[in-house]
């Protein structure tokens, strides 16, 4: 059982659309994530969600658009694409736990994204 | 300025040999200190946290923190080509999980 799926998970389309991209964890996680890895790699905090709460909003574009219909789901909408918002996007979860316990992050196996 | 800075690599390690990873962090604020494995085209998963001074070993693998210096680091033991990725090092000054990542260090591990 893929404990945080996101679909789909390859995604070409124009620039000027607008694409959502889904998430849904089964693991009873409190807090979902979006992250985006760019062409170096780089992974960066987009948003988080704790029980359906909105917690962080990075400095991100407002054509960037979270949604958490329950605590298993977060969904990304992203307006009017531009060939930079080309990336891999990675949902995931976690459970709410102090640094002692270590809160572990869950990663989805990521959207990529290209916009041509 | 980049708050977590890796070595980008690649690192390459003869098998059976000691990978040694470093990782510095520039927030002082930063509590918990995470260690992440990715695979080429995979997600990434969590190999150790750390958030006391000092070593904490788990299997093969050993994390090293020196908050005074503002360093992480991480030793593979016995090297094994499977080990091929890329590690990366992440941060968090809380519990949100609002980790900062490095971008990573490749680590190559030839037979």
């Known amino acids: 059982d893929t404990a945080v799926s996101q679909t789909p998970k390859y995604l070409v389309t124009q620039m000027g659309n607008d694409k959502s991209i889904k998430c849904e964890q089964n693991l009873g996680h409190d807090t979902m994530y979006w992250y985006k890895q760019d062409s170096k790699k780089f992974l960066k905090i987009m948003f988080s969600y704790n029980n359906k709460e909105l917690i962080i909003n990075e400095t991100v574009p407002n054509r960037f658009s979270p949604k958490s219909p329950d605590k298993a789901h977060l969904n990304l909408h992203i307006n009017s694409l531009e060939l930079g918002d080309s990336a891999v996007y990675f949902c995931?979860?976690?459970?709410?736990?102090?640094?002692?316990?270590?809160?572990?992050?869950?990663f989805g196996e990521g959207s990529w994204l290209t916009v041509v | 300025q980049k708050e977590v800075e890796q070595n980008s690599g690649p690192l390459s390690v003869p098998e059976g040999a000691i990978a040694s990873l470093n990782c510095t962090y520039s927030d002082r604020g930063s509590q918990s200190f995470f260690w992440y494995r990715q695979y080429s085209g995979k997600s990434p998963e969590l190999i150790m946290f750390i958030y006391s001074n000092g070593d904490k070993e788990d299997g093969r693998f050993t994390a090293q923190l020196n908050k005074a210096s503002q360093y992480v680091s991480l030793l593979i033991r016995d090297s094994q080509p499977s080990d091929s990725a890329t590690y990366l090092c992440a941060s968090a000054t809380d519990s949100w999980g609002k980790l900062q990542f490095g971008a990573g260090t490749q680590v190559v591990v030839t037979p």
């Open positions: 995931a979860s976690s459970q709410d736990r102090d640094r002692y316990s270590g809160n572990t992050i869950y």
